[in-house]
C-alpha cells in the first residue's frame, strides 16, 4: 500500500488533503507569529522546512507523520542536491532542515 493509501484511509481526496495541510500550516504560522512571536524570517524558514517535507513526502496527509517517516526524510535530505546541483552532504545540512524548525513543533 502506497503513503498516500495509507493516510488516505478516511476517503479524502488529495485536492482536500492538500487544502487541510494548508490550514494547518496558515494556522501554525499564526501561532509562530502571535503566539511565540517569531519573526518573518524565521517563519519563512519555517514554511521551506515544511515545503521540504512535503516535496519528500508528495503531498501526505500531515497526521501520516511518523518516527519512521522522519527517519525516511532524513535519509531523503543526505541524498537530495541543492540549487546549484551539488549534492547536500553534510550532517549539518539535515540538522538545518529537521531540526531548526523542530518538525516536533509542527507534527
Not at 479524502?12 to 517569531?38: A, P, W
Request: hydrophobic share 35%; aromatic share 18%.
Amino acid at each position: 500500500m502506497s503513503q498516500l493509501q495509507q493516510a488516505n484511509k478516511s476517503g479524502k481526496t488529495k485536492e482536500e488533503i492538500r487544502y487541510e495541510n494548508e490550514l494547518v500550516k496558515r494556522q501554525y504560522f499564526d501561532y509562530l507569529k502571535e503566539s511565540r512571536g517569531y519573526s518573518q524570517n524565521s517563519i519563512i524558514t519555517y514554511e521551506g522546512s515544511i515545503l521540504q517535507w512535503q516535496d519528500f513526502s508528495k503531498d501526505v496527509d500531515f497526521r501520516a507523520f511518523n518516527k519512521k517517516r522522519a527517519v525516511e526524510f532524513k535519509d531523503w535530505l543526505a541524498t537530495r542536491k541543492g540549487k546549484r546541483g551539488v549534492k547536500w552532504s553534510g550532517l549539518s545540512r539535515q540538522f538545518l532542515w529537521i531540526r531548526f524548525p523542530s518538525f516536533g513543533g509542527f507534527f
